[in-house]
């Protein structure tokens, strides 16, 4: 029996959850924020993750908020490496925000936190340029997730229509539910209310949470994805596509609405080659209900990382546009290439399989205007 799934769900911790270890993630440190051990049921629920890792080293930081805890690497690319072995559990008390999206297409949205950053390596990660995560790259659990669940209601009833609520902008969605059990309260509380909807972001394949929840369709799964050949280049660290794929179809079986994102497309030069068949057996062999394609959108000290990373000369860097700064101050590939790989995709995905609808993330109005799409404005992956 799911004891969550009851008429009138539970909002806070999931204190009868056993953790499991969350794949792709071994923090040797775990440091204990401001808030984290407030509640005795807060101290139990963090105790029993704790318990997973006997050999991380425990440090007691509840005079600093989460993201003040700072490291002694000046280097970029090792505070980063350090980040991602470091699990921080914290509260978040603005953890619910609508999204300031200019300069761009992408409709404004709203977006919630139960969690910071990530765990995995990908090498264009743009989130690991922002300036929070630049200073402080942690992983972090935030343990307020009544209170998130709270301010999510009232927003919702006060908007009084159905509207998404994403979660994937500032961390993977999925990622760290193993350990958490996050989703046995959210899937259950978006699938009670009457306008608040869940669209989860993830490149994890840990689904086993969600298959045997009440969802009643109100929570979107969507995953990133790449060609494998891809993503095993440029994604370190993270489930393979064929697990995510496989994850996919859990999921669909289950009912759940199912997505996909490619972005950032990679023009690796053999490019077609790889992205046709890719996208032919992901629409083929999964009922997406959208497909969202986006190129690279990166700022600076992303690029720096990822420039570290991979090299200077790589093929995301050669193809962008340094002549002309795109408004919203995001660097992007050349809207030639861009527009030939949407292309490519856009129409293998329409001849293979017309129910899905295409979108396009954080674009310009004349790309999607020269590939036809405009019918679709909106309609992309973060909203309902
Ligand atoms: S999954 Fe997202 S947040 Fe995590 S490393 Fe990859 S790009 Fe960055």
Redesign the pocket.
Known sequence: MDLFASESPNRGLPIDYTPVKAPFFEPERIILAKGSMETEIRRRFVESIISLYPGALVIDRRDIPHNKVSFDEKNPVERLAAGKKTLVFGEHKSAVRFSDEEGNTCPNYWHFSPYG??????K?????GTLGVWHSPTVKIFVNIEEIVEQIDKIAKKLSSPTAFYVGKL??GL?LDPLTGFSKVLVPFFAAHEFARQVILT?SDSVENLLNLEHKGKTIVTW?LNPPEIAEKY?EN?PSIERRMEAMKKCAAAGYPVRAVIMPVIPVDNWETLYGPFVKKLVSEIPLERLTIGGICIYKNARRLMENKIGAKNCISGQIDKATESEDGRARYYSETRHKMYHLISRIVQETNPETTVALCLEEPDVWEKLGLTNNLGRCNCVL
């Open positions: 950053f990530c765990p995995y390596g990908c264009y990660c743009y989130l690991a961390q993977d990622a490149k990133s994604e993270v």
